[in-house]
Structures are given as C-alpha cells and as structure tokens.
C-alpha cells in the first residue's frame, strides 16, 4: 500500500508525507471520467447501478428535422462524468464500460475543486440554463456574488446587452455559459 502511494504521489521524504497522501486517497472527491463518444447517458446510468455518485449536467437542445422537431437532452460538458469517489476506488469507475480514463496529469488523476462542482451542481439543479461554449482563459475576470452559482469565478462576456457567465472548468479544457443579471456580479 505504501509503494503504492509513492508512486501516485511522486517523491514523499517521510512517513508523514504517506500517510497523508493515503488519507487523500480515501476522502471522497470529484473526479473527471472522460468517456467513449456519445457514451456520456450509458456510463452514467451503468454507474447508478454500481452506486457510485455522479454528476452528468445535461442541456436542452431542439433539432429541426423536415418532417419534425425534437428536444433532445445532451451533455452540457460532452465526453465528460463527473464522479465523486476515494482515488482507491478508482477501479470500479474505470471497470464501467465506455469510461477511458479518469482525466488527470502523468497518469494520475486530478481532484477537481469541491466548492466549483457544489456550486456548478447547486446551480443547474435550481434551474439555471446553461450552453456549451468554446473554452476561454482570457477576458474580464468575475465573481458571482448572489443566487444559485454564488461564488463561483468566470469571465464576464457581454452579448446583446445582456451579461453572461462563462465557467471554465480548467481540468477538462471546457466551458459553459450562463446569463446573469449584472448585478449578482462583482469583479474577480
């Protein structure tokens, strides 16, 4: 088990250093899976029946076809799970068919922020609409101050004299954007 730590961990100098990373290892936290193509809804549901918590944010989309229009649901974050479990556990994610990897950097995986994924779930759960958008760095920096997604730091946009949030989560290299009243902001 320690071998084990010190290998996910890098170099640890004292025995403080793997018990503290052991301990990490088996705090629950979010995770990004990184799924097959348009395996998003399979692997969510194939984790339900596991028991193991997820997070799959979804978005209304209207497709027009000649003969008809349909609403579909997609993901808002495509090719992407979010998932809540001890690194430890890890093997019962990546078991589920249509999951590659858990996403992270030189084969370890990469806790995403606790208080971003409350506030990201608080917020679509309460209703808030949110799209796709083109993953972005740089632009005015923000912080939402009231309602469902407060606390949560973006990039201000405005379109058509209406202020918009954009989330970016950093770990997968994608956005999403969120109308706001202006006033619910404050700068970052």
Request: glycine share 8%; aromatic share 6%.
């Amino acid at each position: 088990m320690a071998a084990n730590a010190l290998t996910m961990a890098g170099t640890l100098t004292n025995s403080a250093d793997v018990m503290n990373s052991l301990v990490n290892e088996g705090a629950a936290r979010w995770y990004a899976a990184y799924t097959s193509a348009n395996h998003e809804k399979r692997v969510a549901e194939q984790l339900g029946i596991r028991e193991v918590e997820y997070f799959l944010p979804l978005y209304a989309s209207v497709r027009q076809w000649k003969d008809r229009r349909v609403e579909l649901k997609l993901p808002l974050f495509p090719g992407y799970v979010f998932v809540r479990i001890a690194l430890l556990e890890s093997l019962r994610v990546l078991q589920v068919p249509g999951v590659a990897r858990l996403v992270g950097f030189g084969g370890v995986p990469t806790a995403l922020p606790e208080e971003e994924m409350a506030a990201l779930r608080t917020g679509l759960e309460c209703g808030v609409r949110a799209q796709p958008h083109p993953f972005l760095r740089r632009g005015r920096h923000a912080r939402i101050k009231a309602g469902p997604l407060a606390g949560l730091q973006g990039i201000l946009v405005r379109r058509k004299n209406r202020a918009r949030f954009i989330l970016s989560v950093e770990l997968i290299q994608r956005s999403v954007v969120v109308e706001v009243d202006e006033a619910d902001l404050e700068p970052a």
